[in-house]
């Protein structure tokens, strides 16, 4: 199983009511264990045969059954923006028949209407129902509108009779969800994704260091609504106290060098560069291996060095990436960002005004103007880094379409 796959993908699991419910404690178990977030959604008939309590301490999320319980959100509605792919898992002939029908009567059938991810459908049930009619009907008509299928099984049923409708092994439905996310599609899909965030650090002396207040908040932002449009994404980040985004590899650095190095270590592998990290342009030439004392001193003097330019390096790779940089000015905001852009030789620059209240270093909201090669200006009123992150993907996306086309 490649975990990798699921490794933080928000996965919904809803199991209905059949004797194969008993499997499915199996799959969630897996799918915890492959590291991915687990949401089950179970029906009324379904706790005939299989304990919510059981999910719940397999997933560690609360286990969903009821369409009226209280809670402050739309149940169904954030179902459906949790999920990365949904599993149905037994289906049986009532749920597929609900979906296939639009019928929505309690929380499973109502989220399945809300879902815009893959959905996988496992059917399981006595053969004779699988083969009727109305079923295969419906299963055809779901297919038709993009569900996945998974082919039920032959063998002993637990009705005592022999033929198809068993559940497949956890493998068969666990390589089925690997299969949708790999395809869930996006506007970036089949893309790889390279951004940096944070703060760096350049060292002084083993206690002490240079680095200034970003909290990598806007990379981690960019990096998450990246990996949202589908793509493949990898986050080379300073030090920050962030969880790391769902589904998105972390590399972890220090100082300009390392962050240097890790990037490099991506060299014409990606399509799209986010270069949002506040990297140190200068570090002490010499970091002391012991703790400098101050014992006897009133002043000292540090002697600076310049640290690598980690976006001019990237713009000399072969095949060179879509590159966005950002500018924090507090002057001559945009003029200064253009002349950035030109000089390190980007596809695009977020010039962000980081003197103004509620932009720039630290907080939920930045306030930014997006400047492409082309010159083209678009001034963004004050909003949350991931509304900048999704404006300046929309644009990035763009210049990849453009240059496909050329
Ligand atoms: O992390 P947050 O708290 O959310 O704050 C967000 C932010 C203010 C850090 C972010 O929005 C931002 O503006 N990041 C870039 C800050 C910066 O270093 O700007 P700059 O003008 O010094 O650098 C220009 C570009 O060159 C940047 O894309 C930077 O990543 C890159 N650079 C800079 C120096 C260097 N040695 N290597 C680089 O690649």
Redesign the pocket.
């Known amino acids: 199983m490649a975990e990798s796959t699921l490794r933080g993908r928000r996965i919904v699991v809803g199991v209905t009511g059949g004797i194969a419910a008993y499997k499915a404690c199996d799959l969630v178990s897996t799918l915890v264990k492959a590291e991915a977030d687990v949401q089950v959604v179970m029906t009324e008939n379904a706790r005939r045969f299989v304990g919510e309590i059981t999910f719940a301490a397999l997933t560690g999320n609360p286990v969903s059954c009821d369409l009226w319980a209280p809670r402050a959100d739309v149940h169904h509605v954030a179902l459906a923006d949790f999920a990365d792919v949904v599993i149905i898992a037994p289906a049986t002939a009532n749920i597929i028949g609900k979906y296939a029908n639009g019928i929505a009567d309690d929380l499973l059938s109502t989220a399945l209407l809300t879902f815009t991810c893959p959905v996988i459908i496992a059917p399981a049930m006595n053969s004779r129902m699988l083969a009727s009619a109305a079923v295969q009907a419906n299963l055809e008509a779901l297919a038709e509108r993009g569900a996945r299928i998974v082919e039920p099984e032959e063998g002993w049923l637990a009705c005592g009779e022999v033929g198809a409708g068993r559940l497949p092994d956890t493998g068969v439905l666990v390589a089925a969800i690997e299969e949708a996310l790999r395809s869930r599609g996006g506007p970036l899909s089949g893309l790889r994704v390279l951004v940096?965030?944070?703060p760096t650090r350049e060292p002084i002396d083993p206690v002490r260091f240079i680095s200034n207040?970003?909290?990598?908040?806007?990379?981690y932002a960019v990096a998450a609504e990246a990996e949202r449009r589908g793509a493949s994404v990898t986050l080379v980040s300073g030090p920050v106290s962030l969880e790391p985004p769902l589904g998105v590899e972390v590399v972890a650095v220090t100082s300009?060098a390392e962050m240097h190095e890790a990037v490099e270590a991506y060299a014409g592998e990606v399509d799209l560069f986010v270069?949002?990290?506040?990297?140190?342009?200068w570090r002490p030439a010499e970091a002391s291996g012991e703790k400098l004392s101050k014992d006897g001193r009133d002043e000292m003097t540090v002697r600076m060095v310049r640290?690598?330019?980690?976006?001019a390096s990237v713009a000399r790779w072969e095949p060179r990436p879509v590159i966005v940089?950002?500018?924090?000015?507090t002057r001559d905001v945009v003029a200064n960002a253009a002349e950035?852009l030109r000089r390190?030789g980007m596809d695009l620059i977020?010039a962000?005004d980081?003197g103004q209240p509620g932009a720039?270093?630290?907080g939920e909201t930045?306030k930014v103007t997006l400047v492409d090669v082309i010159g083209r200006e678009t001034d963004l009123p004050l909003m949350s880094?991931a509304a900048v992150a999704a404006a300046l993907l929309d644009r990035a996306g763009e210049l990849i379409a453009s240059r496909e086309s050329q």
């Open positions: 940096t965030a944070g207040p970003s909290s990598g908040r806007m990379g300009a270069g949002a990290a506040a990297v140190a342009d640290t690598p330019d980690v976006i940089g950002f500018a924090a000015e950035k390190k977020v962000n980081v720039g270093f630290g930045n880094k």
